[in-house]
């Protein structure tokens, strides 16, 4: 089952504190990013956050689960009415999390 955009926008505007959040439609769901960093994925109309040790630290008994078959451990996020603590989380989140690697030009 697709994710409905209403979720995901719901989900991007409740995390809006945290900076500059976007999401980008990928194989039927959605990537969140923060800053251009890839921080979670909606899957199934739920929040699934990239584990930190922050993370862990801020969520210390945040369920656990795989967002899609074969991916790492996510944090699964339930609540999202609390949008200071949220944008809080992804912000350090975010923080922890590398830059992606720049993309290699393709060679005509």
Do not use: W
């Amino acid at each position: 089952m697709a994710s409905s955009l209403d979720f995901v926008e719901y989900v991007c505007e409740q995390i809006s504190g945290a900076g500059g959040i976007t999401y980008r439609k990928m194989f039927g769901e959605y990537g969140i990013y923060c800053e251009g960093k890839i921080i979670g994925l909606i899957c199934d109309n739920q929040f699934f956050v990239k584990k930190t040790i922050v993370g862990a630290d801020l969520l210390p008994s945040a369920e656990e689960a795989p967002p899609y078959t074969s991916a790492k451990p996510h944090f699964v996020i339930e609540a999202l009415d609390d949008k200071e603590f949220l944008a809080e989380f992804i912000r350090k989140t975010c923080d922890e999390l590398p830059m992606p690697k720049p993309k290699k030009k393709k060679q005509v």
